[in-house]
């Protein structure tokens, strides 16, 4: 297929985007940091089901990032993930440069409560979401898309998306994409190639504690001890643990009756953190 066309800058994005609109067609945007891989390349086709033309937006966020992360480190492959695109096909790609979504004397963040604040990412990472919202909310508000996706994967993130493009009144539908996993159940993420070989093979645990503790609670066993059974697996695998939690699926609260569970976790390997998610 075609290569997609890059774009830099926020007046050339709205001509394409324009334009398209003038013809009569939907547009769908997925936002990324690159690196792309299966997990990427499925939110791509998700976007397709909804929209005649895509745009995967390209762009490490620095504001996402504490001071002690894997911002400078985090993997950049633009080349590689154009050749991703052009095979799945994408009309264009949207690669600004920091400045661009940055300018000299931006002073603005998104404040954010609600899922946000729920206990889970937010504890170990207090910047990441004020980060993600605020990058998350320019880009929606550069490309004006109709619909715009994003990985269950991030789960606290798709939560939060969804919370302020609600909140924004921002005119665009969240629609969330499935997660990809390995054949061992590993969810696919950039960061997996930080793992060892020896991490790797440890690191389907997460998704296996997860299906355990999920049929543990079929079987009648009480959260609180689904989490202690499920908790103490993971550290005995060798994760050092930020959480297991069982969730309740729409504002990350406490599990309600009526409305579905989600159980979330997030562990370190070594240097590498994973989180992962399922329905329970
Ligand atoms: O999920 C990601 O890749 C990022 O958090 C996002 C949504 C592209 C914002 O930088």
Known sequence: ???????????????????WRAEGLRVGLVPTMGALHAGHVSLVETARRSADRVIVSIFVNPTQFAPNEDFAKYPRTFQYDLDVLSEVGTEAVYAPEVPTMYPPGAATTVSLTGPATAGLEDVSRPFHFPGVATIVAKLLIQAGPDVAVFGEKDFQQLAVIRRMAADLDLPVEIIGGAT?????????????????????????VLHRTMLGVAKALGDGLSPAEALAEGRAAITAAGFDLDYLELRAADDLGDPRPGVPWRLLVAARLGATRLIDNIAV
């Open 180 to 204: 990809v996993r390995d054949a061992d159940g590993l969810a696919l993420s950039s960061r997996n190639r930080y793992l060892s070989a020896e991490e790797r093979t440890t690191a389907p």
């Open 1 to 19: 297929m075609a290569r997609p066309q890059v774009v830099r800058t926020v007046a050339d994005l709205r001509t394409l985007v324009a334009g």
